[in-house]
T-cell receptor
Framework: DQQVKQNSPSLSVQEGRISILNCDYT??????FLWYKKYPAEGPTFLIS?????DKNEDGRFTVFLNKSAKHLSLHIVPSQPGDSAVYFC????????????FGKGTKLTVNP | GAVVSQHPSWVICKSGTSVKIECRSL??????MFWYRQFPKQSLMLMAT?????????EQGVEKDKFLINHASLTLSTLTVTSAHPEDSSFYIC??????????????FGPGTRLLVL
């Protein structure tokens, strides 16, 4: 049972435009969400996170939005740059519980110059 | 940032043999290391959590006698796939958490090891 879903395996956008990556979850116990970025031959690196007490968290060009009622979160990258081309993983966990991260399958973002 | 290495990056072995994968935190001490597995077009799935000096905690469905984890020091954890079979072919990736940090984002990931069992 896939508790964290990234339904778009790939996304292609033009440089300078907005990239929106989506993630849905089914487990209502999740209360902390993270986005990781992965380049080929490298491990995932932490990008941004959000706690369930917030509905938005912003860090430079990256903003994560959380809609708890819909069990949906999204990562916005604006403006997109060619260097943002990578696989983006959404992950969820429960604060105060185990440190287990549950990952989605990832979305491959390609930013075209 | 903190660096985690894995060795080897690629391994091909015959069915029935054992394979050892090393995970090292290069510039920090890690009390906790995590081992994940990723099959093609699937998500990273946590296999086990290991704390330095104690036994690993395995996720449901992961055979502890098949996937031996040793975390003997604050900078090294090893995963041994015993009697490997073709269905064990996968991408194995570790992560390490810094000492004293409870923040979820302070898991630093290694580059992964691709295992192919013939």
């Amino acid at each position: 049972d896939q508790q964290v879903k990234q339904n778009s395996p790939s996304l292609s956008v033009q440089e300078g435009r907005i990239s929106i990556l989506n993630c849905d979850y089914t487990n209502s116990m999740f209360d902390y969400f993270l986005w990781y970025k992965k380049y080929p031959a490298e491990g995932p690196t932490f990008l941004i996170s959000i706690s369930s007490i917030k509905d938005k968290n912003e860090d430079g060009r990256f903003t994560v939005f959380l809609n708890k009622s819909a069990k949906h979160l999204s990562l916005h990258i604006v403006p997109s740059q060619p260097g943002d081309s990578a696989v983006y993983f959404c992950a969820a966990t429960t604060q105060g519980g185990s440190e287990k991260l549950v990952f989605g399958k990832g979305t491959k973002l390609t930013v075209n110059p | 940032g903190a660096v985690v290495s894995q060795h080897p990056s690629w391994v091909i072995c015959k069915s029935g043999t054992s394979v050892k994968i090393e995970c090292r935190s290069l510039d920090f001490q890690a009390t906790t290391m995590f081992w994940y597995r990723q099959f093609p077009k699937q998500s990273l799935m946590l296999m086990a959590t290991s704390n330095e000096g104690s036994k690993a905690t395995y996720e449901q469905g992961v055979e502890k006698d098949k996937f031996l984890i040793n975390h003997a020091s604050l900078t090294l954890s090893t995963l041994t796939v015993t009697s490997a079979h073709p269905e064990d072919s996968s991408f194995y990736i570790c992560s390490a958490r810094t000492v004293g940090s409870g923040r979820k984002e302070t898991q630093y990931f290694g580059p992964g090891t691709r295992l192919l069992v013939l």
